[in-house]
């Protein structure tokens, strides 16, 4: 059993006792000390005696109303110390007050502030030694486990209060799992210098040279606040190094854990991209949703249901989410009425190929803002089955458009993507049809029909990256379509930010393109994801090129080449010029799909065929592949 366990009965009334035997040393030691002999006559005694008695009662008093037996002496810090020096000096003060008063101290205020500073030495010199004893975590021995488990070698980057935590955890939870061999730190001041007794060895350029020189099993990157770049540039050193590097997340992740050590956490493809945060003019998209009745459908996704959690943020006058599959749907719901009790909110279940439905959901409710993020969005799928992409994308989202008009919503907004820009597959050429009915029905409509256009949102359903880390922790392989192949990546909050900004700035008919950054190569990213775990692509585990699927094309555009390029205010949002085309023409086009759809014996080159007529920048994806667009 620990100490602490023993103690923490009566731990206020040993500490008490503890504190009144040092207060009377330090007051027979100053008076030895003064009168430079061991001989005191019954005189002098007598008097030590009137003020040893009188300085216990007043340090006991002034140590209780300062609270000091109510410390946990294992989380105590320099602050709580400082505490106790202080009252300390004011009990002497008050010793040396009533002893002049009575005439019977034999001190005078200099010795009482001697003594004082003595005690003050005597009690929390102890009370730091208590603080190592019980903080130290006793081994227990277990009989069956022969062999001592390895300790590994761990580098920390950054020389800042949060290091400083971790190390005080390792020495006093973790020291026979850790050793740390070191501090990275690019203040130059800092060099040399230590942290709770862990020297900073270098900086950032030394990283790869001292992980070789220690043989570093683990790094911990430890800043918080850092600038983007920076912090990218810092993580691709690490991946070089062969360490698993793990790293500390903002001040806000922070608050959610009990320890600092929990939040530590693997590298995320985010840490990798290094892009700056966004910023936002909150209050032109507070004016926007502010008291309005908005509509989401698709809500339970994973942008439909970001954008339900950020809409709740804006006090919406009323949410209502509209999704087909009923699990996703109830989580969204039971998450946001836990976190937005005074929210109204309606969930309801339902498909945009409905009319009937969405009739009575547009009566029932009467949205004035619609964000459109329903859809069948992956391409492997709609190749197989195109006939569904068209009913559930194309037909889904006219049935949403009509429905909008009827009942006047001010501003209705699509959710698309860069897959429609000259799409090679079933699913992009339909979202790019999407594009073209909310720019056609913009204009013989009084509601603003605007799209948002972005690539690929990390996390979301069917991402590439939950799919790598699935196959690292199995061992392996982790599986490339192509080696060339590149995507554009975002994150869902980072993508949703922008919508809600992009369409503060719309007048209706334009598609808003986001600015997703340099693109990644899929490769690169899956050779990084395995070094950061601390494991050797091609060694530990194999990259597998398992070929192109169907549709897939290697390079995605997010404008088409006919589409001029306007900026916004905002400098990650821009606009494409929309495509004129008639409302006659597009009905005629839809006429022809909805033909299509009515028999599924039609095979997918008889959907191609009409796609083509339907979508002029419609492309093989063969052809597409040849070319490289830069």
Same mark, same amino acid.
């Given at each position: 059993?620990?100490?602490?366990?023993?103690?923490?009965?009566?731990?206020?009334?040993?500490?008490?006792?503890?504190?009144?035997?040092?207060?009377?040393?330090?007051?027979?030691?100053?008076?030895?000390?003064?009168?430079?002999?061991?001989?005191?006559?019954?005189?002098?005694?007598?008097?030590?005696?009137?003020?040893?008695?009188?300085?216990?009662?007043?340090?006991?008093?002034?140590?209780?109303?300062?609270?000091?037996?109510?410390?946990?002496?294992?989380?105590?810090?320099?602050?709580?110390?400082?505490?106790?020096?202080?009252?300390?000096?004011?009990?002497?003060?008050?010793?040396?007050?009533?002893?002049?008063?009575?005439?019977?101290?034999?001190?005078?205020?200099?010795?009482?502030?001697?003594?004082?500073?003595?005690?003050?030495?005597?009690?929390?010199?102890?009370?730091?030694?208590?603080?190592?004893?019980?903080?130290?975590?006793?081994?227990?021995?277990?009989?069956?486990?022969?062999?001592?488990?390895?300790?590994?070698?761990?580098?920390?980057?950054?020389?800042?209060?949060?290091?400083?935590?971790?190390?005080?955890?390792?020495?006093?939870?973790?020291?026979?799992?850790?050793?740390?061999?070191?501090?990275?730190?690019?203040?130059?001041?800092?060099?040399?210098?230590?942290?709770?007794?862990?020297?900073?060895?270098?900086?950032?350029?030394?990283?790869?040279?001292?992980?070789?020189?220690?043989?570093?099993?683990?790094?911990?990157?430890?800043?918080?606040?850092?600038?983007?770049?920076?912090?990218?540039?810092?993580?691709?050193?690490?991946?070089?190094?062969?360490?698993?590097?793990?790293?500390?997340?903002?001040?806000?992740?922070?608050?959610?854990?009990?320890?600092?050590?929990?939040?530590?956490?693997?590298?995320?493809?985010?840490?990798?991209?290094?892009?700056?945060?966004?910023?936002?003019?909150?209050?032109?998209?507070?004016?926007?949703?502010?008291?309005?009745?908005?509509?989401?459908?698709?809500?339970?996704?994973?942008?439909?249901?970001?954008?339900?959690?950020?809409?709740?943020?804006?006090?919406?006058?009323?949410?209502?989410?509209?999704?087909?599959?009923?699990?996703?749907?109830?989580?969204?719901?039971?998450?946001?009425?836990?976190?937005?009790?005074?929210?109204?909110?309606?969930?309801?279940?339902?498909?945009?190929?409905?009319?009937?439905?969405?009739?009575?959901?547009?009566?029932?409710?009467?949205?004035?803002?619609?964000?459109?993020?329903?859809?069948?969005?992956?391409?492997?799928?709609?190749?197989?089955?195109?006939?569904?992409?068209?009913?559930?994308?194309?037909?889904?989202?006219?049935?949403?458009?009509?429905?909008?008009?009827k009942y006047k919503v001010e501003k209705f907004v699509?959710?698309?993507?860069?897959?429609?820009?000259?799409?090679?597959?079933?699913?992009?050429?339909?979202?790019?049809?999407?594009?073209?009915?909310?720019?056609?029905?913009?204009?013989?409509?009084?509601?603003?029909?605007?799209?948002?256009?972005?690539?690929?949102?990390?996390?979301?359903?069917?991402?590439?990256?939950?799919?790598?880390?699935?196959?690292?922790?199995?061992?392996?392989?982790?599986?490339?379509?192509?080696?060339?192949?590149?995507?554009?990546?975002?994150?869902?909050?980072?993508?949703?930010?922008?919508?809600?900004?992009?369409?503060?700035?719309?007048?209706?008919? /334009?598609?808003?393109? @986001?600015? $997703?950054? !340099?693109?990644?190569?899929?490769?690169?990213?899956?050779?990084? =994801? +395995? #070094?950061?775990?601390?494991?050797?692509p091609n060694v530990d585990i194999p990259i597998e090129?398992?070929?192109?699927?169907?549709?897939?094309?290697?390079?995605?555009?997010?404008?088409?080449?006919?589409?001029?390029?306007?900026?916004?205010?905002?400098?990650?949002?821009?606009?494409? /010029?929309?495509?004129? @085309?008639? $409302?006659? !023409?597009?009905?005629?086009?839809?006429?022809?799909?909805?033909? =299509? +759809? #009515?028999?599924?014996?039609?095979?997918?080159?008889?959907?191609?065929?009409?796609?083509?007529?339907?979508?002029?920048?419609?492309?093989?994806?063969?052809?597409?592949?040849?070319?490289?667009?830069?």
């Amino acid at each position: 059993m620990k100490l602490a366990d023993r103690l923490r009965k009566y731990r206020r009334y040993a500490l008490l006792i503890i504190d009144i035997i040092i207060i009377v040393l330090a007051y027979i030691g100053l008076q030895i000390f003064i009168r430079d002999t061991f001989k005191l006559d019954t005189a002098i005694f007598n008097k030590i005696r009137n003020t040893i008695i009188i300085a216990v009662f007043v340090y006991s008093i002034i140590f209780i109303l300062f609270k000091l037996y109510k410390n946990i002496t294992r989380y105590e810090s320099g602050k709580d110390y400082l505490v106790y020096i202080a009252a300390c000096l004011i009990s002497s003060l008050g010793v040396s007050l009533i002893g002049t008063a009575y005439k019977i101290n034999t001190l005078n205020l200099k010795h009482n502030i001697v003594t004082a500073l003595i005690i003050a030495m005597g009690v929390v010199g102890y009370r730091i030694i208590l603080r190592i004893i019980l903080n130290e975590e006793l081994p227990i021995p277990k009989i069956e486990e022969k062999e001592e488990q390895k300790t590994k070698n761990l580098l920390i980057i950054g020389a800042g209060s949060a290091t400083r935590d971790i190390i005080k955890s390792i020495k006093t939870k973790m020291k026979n799992e850790y050793n740390i061999v070191g501090i990275i730190d690019d203040n130059k001041d800092k060099l040399g210098r230590c942290i709770a007794g862990i020297d900073v060895v270098g900086d950032r350029n030394d990283i790869i040279k001292i992980c070789k020189r220690e043989k570093v099993d683990e790094i911990f990157f430890s800043i918080s606040k850092i600038d983007k770049k920076d912090r990218k540039d810092i993580i691709e050193k690490c991946q070089n190094t062969g360490a698993k590097t793990r790293i500390l997340p903002s001040t806000e992740d922070l608050i959610k854990n009990k320890t600092l050590m929990d939040n530590l956490r693997d590298i995320e493809i985010e840490d990798i991209l290094g892009r700056e945060p966004i910023k936002l003019d909150n209050n032109n998209i507070s004016e926007l949703i502010n008291n309005r009745i908005v509509l989401v459908t698709g809500g339970g996704g994973s942008i439909g249901s970001e954008l339900c959690r950020q809409i709740a943020k804006f006090n919406p006058k009323q949410l209502v989410i509209f999704d087909i599959y009923e699990n996703n749907l109830y989580n969204i719901e039971m998450e946001l009425r836990q976190n937005y009790s005074n929210l109204d909110l309606k969930a309801i279940v339902g498909s945009v190929r409905d009319k009937a439905k969405l009739e009575n959901l547009f009566e029932t409710y009467k949205p004035e803002l619609v964000f459109h993020a329903a859809a069948h969005k992956h391409v492997p799928l709609m190749e197989v089955s195109p006939l569904e992409a068209i009913k559930n994308n194309v037909f889904g989202t006219y049935n949403v458009v009509n429905a909008s008009d009827k009942y006047k919503v001010e501003k209705f907004v699509l959710i698309s993507t860069d897959k429609a820009v000259n799409p090679t597959n079933i699913m992009g050429a339909t979202k790019r049809i999407c594009e073209m009915i909310i720019q056609t029905k913009n204009k013989v409509s009084n509601t603003e029909f605007v799209a948002v256009r972005f690539g690929n949102v990390l996390g979301s359903n069917g991402s590439v990256v939950p799919l790598f880390k699935k196959q690292i922790e199995k061992g392996g392989p982790v599986t490339v379509t192509h080696k060339d192949i590149i995507r554009y990546f975002m994150t869902i909050p980072e993508a949703v930010q922008l919508i809600l900004q992009a369409i503060t700035y719309a007048n209706g008919g /334009e598609i808003f393109v @986001l600015d $997703m950054g !340099e693109p990644v190569k899929i490769y690169d990213l899956a050779v990084s =994801l +395995i #070094k950061l775990s601390g494991l050797e692509p091609n060694v530990d585990i194999p990259i597998e090129i398992t070929g192109l699927r169907p549709g897939e094309k290697l390079y995605e555009e997010l404008l088409m080449s006919e589409e001029g390029l306007q900026k916004t205010a905002h400098n990650k949002i821009f606009v494409a /010029e929309p495509i004129t @085309l008639e $409302m006659k !023409e597009l009905e005629e086009k839809l006429a022809k799909l909805k033909e =299509l +759809i #009515k028999d599924e014996k039609n095979t997918k080159e008889d959907v191609k065929k009409v796609i083509k007529e339907t979508v002029p920048t419609f492309i093989e994806p063969e052809y597409a592949n040849k070319i490289k667009i830069k």
